[in-house]
């Protein structure tokens, strides 16, 4: 087996042990203090964080615009919409333009 297909692999096995792991660690409690609740309630948002920050920072004029487009469509919409325009604009501009 080729040294990429054992990295995927193991990155499988590693995903769904800190998954399951997470799950069986909270299934122990019967309720979940507000303030775990409130840090497990902020994953996602760290997330998109850690995803869009570097485009930010090496970021040409499309992925400028795309941010600012996907940024106003998501402060009145929900998530998905605004993934959907951030990709459709980033699409359309590198396409249209070659930047």
């Known amino acids: 087996m080729s040294q990429t297909m054992w ?48 485009a930010v920072f090496n970021a040409g004029p499309a992925e400028w615009v795309a941010i600012t487009i996907a940024g106003v469509i998501g402060w009145f919409t929900g998530i ?8 459709a604009v980033i699409i359309a501009l590198r396409s249209l333009f070659g930047v």
């Open 7 to 54: 990295i995927i692999l193991f990155g499988a096995i590693g995903t769904y042990l800190t998954r399951i792991g997470g799950h069986l660690v909270l299934s122990r409690f019967k309720s979940i203090h507000p303030r775990v609740q409130a840090g497990l309630d902020a994953v996602p948002a760290a997330v998109l964080t850690t995803l869009v920050a570097p």
């Open 80 to 87: 998905m919409p605004m993934f959907i325009a951030g990709a």
